[in-house]
């Protein structure tokens, strides 16, 4: 059965059953701050179960926010006491290729007890995150994932900031260890690898204590490896302020779900409107039911009066998308996966049958061809705009990121949405995308359902 994006809507609009989630289920940025993967134990499940053995930056979980101003320089020294070895991606920035941490594209991956020195400027203000880019669909599911704030040069008007990453884990219900299968033959060719357990920075409860008539920011990040979290507000009031980090030029309010694939980001204000003594809810919808993503508890009144709409966030530099008639047009057909259509792709130069792709763990491929191939998807020229339309010829949603660059899908009648770097497909979707080849280098672009990206779904773009 393909899964639409309209069956995630339509699953997601009956909020009547508010429960939590089951049980089983600032300051600068010093010069070369170390920052350590590690493993850790954290109480993810309830305290009635083990500690859960992590790994992640500092051996915390999440990692440290990690918040610096625009334009600001950030300087990371990585020090790897993994047992394999590792990379730092930057998500969403637009950074210099050779700190993109993408480990057999842009720099080697740091052997075991090795550092790597990250430097680089940070250009937008918004919402960011990082996270391991070796092994990922191991290493993210593990915990290495943190979240990045590059804050605007005049602080926008809200009482108070919170980042909210969202997650979900495959726990052994017993034990509360995360399944060591990370190359699950069932995870690689249908959905990914989804969680038993959810939780807001690593939390089962994540509750906050705030007042009536309070203005929050509240930035979303989905860490998950594959799970698409479906978002609704109770007791709030809300806008949607960005997406991906990048400002919109309208906030749009709330009205209907939000839809947050693995990667992407929101930025929303919301208004508590829920009385003293009461809660509002960030809530998960889910399977006709919403459960408490986040609990807001509100213990006091700051203001009764409604306030205005909120004002639009400043952009940052170089959104446009010019050129959209004369860009370079490039096709990209995702294939494969259980229920697909793919009966045979070159897999490492050689062709073979479906059947043996199985056979390698492999199930997936872009135009014909599984994982990352000798030549690019394209190569561009320095400035030059391109077009990018994919088909999503297979069952299951996939999360397409553009590393190093942002984007714009073009519409019908020729218009074009939001300024993002992850897009969201259905199965059976047709979409188009379009950005400007301003950032020199080689540039992943992969499915960020990270069981896909493993088994197939990964290609590249140079600019130069």
């Excluded at 940025?29 to 305290?47: D, I, R, W």
């Excluded at 978002?231 to 009205?255: Q, Y």
């Excluded at 561009?380 to 994919?390: D, F, N």
Aim: contains cysteine; negative net charge; proline residues 6%.
């Amino acid at each position: 059965m393909t899964h639409t994006r309209r069956a995630f809507i339509q699953s997601g609009l009956a909020m009547s059953a508010l429960s939590l989630f089951p049980k089983a289920g600032s300051a600068a940025t010093p010069e070369f701050q170390v920052m350590t993967a590690q493993s850790g134990a954290v109480q993810l499940a309830p305290p009635d179960y083990p500690k859960t053995e992590i790994w992640g930056y500092d051996g915390k979980l999440p990692g440290p926010v990690i918040r610096v101003r625009q334009g600001a320089r950030l300087q990371r020294r990585l020090v790897n006491k993994l047992p394999q070895a590792t990379s730092l991606h930057w998500h969403g920035v637009r950074i210099s290729n050779a700190m993109d941490g993408v480990a057999g594209l842009t720099q080697d991956a740091i052997p075991t007890g090795e550092t790597f020195d990250y430097d680089f400027a940070v250009p937008d203000a918004g919402t960011f995150w990082f996270h391991a880019h070796n092994r990922s669909v191991e290493q993210v599911a593990r915990g290495l994932y943190g979240a990045l704030i590059v804050e605007e040069p005049i602080a926008p008007d809200v009482d108070r900031d919170e980042v909210l990453i969202l997650d979900d884990w495959l726990l052994n219900p017993e034990t509360a260890q995360l399944d060591p299968d990370f190359e699950a033959v069932h995870d690689r060719s249908h959905a990914g690898r989804r969680g038993n357990f959810v939780a807001t920075n690593g939390s089962f409860n994540s509750t906050l204590n705030v007042s009536r008539g309070e203005r929050m920011r509240l930035r979303l990040i989905n860490a998950a490896n594959a799970r698409i979290f479906v978002l609704g507000l109770s007791g709030l009031k809300g806008w949607v302020m960005a997406f991906d980090g990048m400002p919109l030029e309208t906030p749009s309010e709330i009205s209907e779900p939000i839809i947050l694939g693995p990667g992407q980001r929101a930025d929303l204000f919301v208004d508590v409107i829920a009385d003293e003594g009461e809660s509002a809810h960030l809530v998960r919808l889910e399977d006709g039911q919403g459960f408490a993503q986040t609990e807001f508890r509100v213990t006091g009144t700051l203001a009764s009066a409604v306030r205005d709409a909120p004002q639009v966030l400043p952009p940052n530099p170089n959104m446009d998308v010019p050129g959209l008639e004369q860009a370079r047009r490039i096709r990209l057909n995702m294939e494969g996966g259980a229920m697909g259509n793919l009966d045979a792709a070159i897999l490492e130069g050689e062709r073979k049958t479906f059947r043996q792709l199985v056979d390698a763990n492999q199930f997936w491929a872009f135009n014909g061809t599984v994982g990352m191939t000798e030549k690019p998807l394209a190569s561009l020229s320095r400035g030059e705009t391109a077009r990018v339309e994919i088909y999503n010829d297979t069952s299951f949603p996939h999360a397409m990121h553009l590393h190093g660059m942002h984007f714009r899908e073009v519409l019908e009648g020729g218009e074009v949405g939001p300024l993002r770097d992850t897009l969201l497909m259905f199965g059976g979707e047709t979409r188009e995308i379009a950005f400007v080849a301003d950032n020199p280098g080689k540039w992943l672009f992969h499915c960020h359902m990270l069981s896909h990206a493993a088994s197939g779904m990964m290609t590249w773009l140079e600019v130069a």
